[in-house]
């Protein structure tokens, strides 16, 4: 058998071998854990998000740089990217901020969004982002809830 024919049967095979290693891993949980404000600039409003990564699975998770949008009550709200790196255990959590940006039309949008005259309660919240990582290694996330602000209590 011809060398070039022998690699040409070969060269998929292996492909294919090499390409089972990689394995599924479960996807990360992320969980909004907090949020400082920090200075901005002209009508911009910033903030620290506090993002706590919990890694389900057996293998390190090893990230350079961290980028999200957070959307508030289904319209966009804020926006960052951190260039920070580091490791998330295999079965371990980790607590990593990220500097957002509010602009002032997101802010004026939301306002103009929730002033229906009824009591606001409970907001949803969307956060998308991805853990960088390289052409393989990069990791997608995603968390949604509610905020629920609680009514204000009636003084005497």
Not at 131 to 149: K, M
Request: overall charge neutral.
């Amino acid at each position: 058998m011809c060398p070039t024919r022998l690699t040409a049967l070969l060269l998929p095979l292996m492909l294919l071998a090499g390409c089972s290693g990689f394995g599924t891993r479960d996807p990360l949980q992320v969980d909004l854990a907090g949020m400082e404000p920090i200075p901005g600039e002209g009508l911009e409003m910033r903030f620290n998000l506090k993002l706590r990564v919990q890694n389900p699975n057996e293998s390190a998770i090893r990230y350079s740089g961290v980028a999200l949008e957070l959307d508030l009550n289904d319209l966009p709200l804020a926006s960052g990217v951190s260039s920070q790196s580091g490791t998330v255990a295999g079965f371990g959590e980790k607590l990593i901020e990220v500097p957002v940006t509010l602009s002032a039309f997101s802010v004026l949008r939301q306002a103009w969004n929730l002033t229906g005259g009824s009591p606001i309660q409970n907001v949803p919240y969307a956060l998308r982002g991805k853990l960088g990582g390289g052409f393989w290694g990069t990791r997608r996330f995603t968390d949604a809830g509610v905020l629920r602000i609680p009514e204000p209590m009636d003084t005497p």
